[in-house]
């Protein structure tokens, strides 16, 4: 589990994220909570390079209870499917106007493969 | 328009919203401090404006994006860590939302020098803004850039009418 919270100020507390990540057979699923933003952004790349360091034949990346993603993310989503693909499958699992809209608004479903629920992904992926 | 008492229920309007909706705040530019303002951004949303899960998510990624763009590009220098000016207004006349986001750098300088990592991330960031507002400026001058993300037919919720 990758905990991070920045020192909240006087005002509002900032962003949250957590990433934990399990195998369910050859496939890794990283599961993520909180908000994806330039602030979380560093720890949720360094977390899913972590995550997939054990050579798996397929990474998903669960976004169910994200409840916000920013461009930063969707970077880290883009350069993971970029590094995944050479050797494994990629799927992300996103539902919901805070993270399956940014990615498909900017037409980035047709590079990334979606998918609105982990039992959905798993089954496609093969890890069911 | 007259309504009858019986059928509906005027909701009475908030102190907040006497005060013609706006909100102004000077952050430092940073990623902490953009994520900060974007949560109170939104709080700010759900007690004024009625708008469902999707227009609430868009407008606080949209601003999200103008802010860290304003953080990340808006400073003269590079070593430095510039002020980022937020003014959100609704002009309840034509319902229209309004945020206004200044900072002292320019963006366009920047997109040229920066690396090409960089240019993609802004690239996603400003398309982003155009695809979920109805209207987007970005207006660079001598002292810095501002942006202005606009939405229109944006209901107060003291218009909101509810059934008995």
């Given at each position: 589990m990758n905990e991070h919270r920045a020192a909240p100020g006087d005002g509002e507390p900032y962003s949250t994220l957590g990433v934990k990540h399990y195998w369910v057979d050859q496939l890794v699923v990283i599961a993520v909570s909180g908000e994806v933003d330039a602030l979380t952004a560093p720890q949720f790349s360094a977390a899913i390079g972590e995550a997939t360091a054990?050579?798996?034949a397929g990474v998903i990346v669960d976004?169910?209870?994200?409840d916000f993603l920013a461009s930063a993310g969707l970077g880290v989503l883009v350069a993971t499917h970029e590094q995944v693909t050479a050797k494994a499958r990629f799927g992300v699992v996103a539902d919901g106007p805070a993270t399956r809209r940014p990615i498909t608004v900017l037409g980035l479903d047709s590079i990334i493969t979606l998918y609105r629920t982990l039992e959905e992904a798993l089954a496609d992926m093969g890890g069911a | 328009m007259a309504l009858g008492v019986n059928t509906f229920r005027r909701v009475p309007r908030t102190p907040q919203s006497d005060m013609r909706s706006s909100m102004v705040r000077n952050v430092a530019g940073n990623a902490a401090e953009v994520a900060g303002l974007r949560g109170e951004f939104t709080q700010w949303l759900q007690r004024h404006f009625y708008l469902n899960e999707s227009r609430r998510s868009d407008l606080a990624l949209a601003v999200n994006e103008a802010l860290i763009n304003a953080a990340e590009?808006?400073?003269?220098?590079?070593?430095g860590q510039g002020i980022v000016t937020f003014n959100a207004a609704y002009d309840e006349a034509v319902g229209t939302l309004t945020v206004t986001i200044n900072d002292r750098g320019r963006w366009r300088l920047r997109l040229t020098r920066t690396a090409a990592e960089q240019s993609v991330k802004r690239g996603r960031g400003i398309a982003l803004m155009q695809i979920l507002t109805d209207e987007l400026r970005i207006s660079p001058s001598d002292r810095g850039t501002q942006v202005s993300l606009v939405w229109t037919n944006v209901q107060p919720h003291y218009f909101v009418l509810s059934r008995h």
């Open positions: 054990g050579s798996p976004l169910s209870a994200v | 590009f808006g400073h003269p220098d590079r070593a």
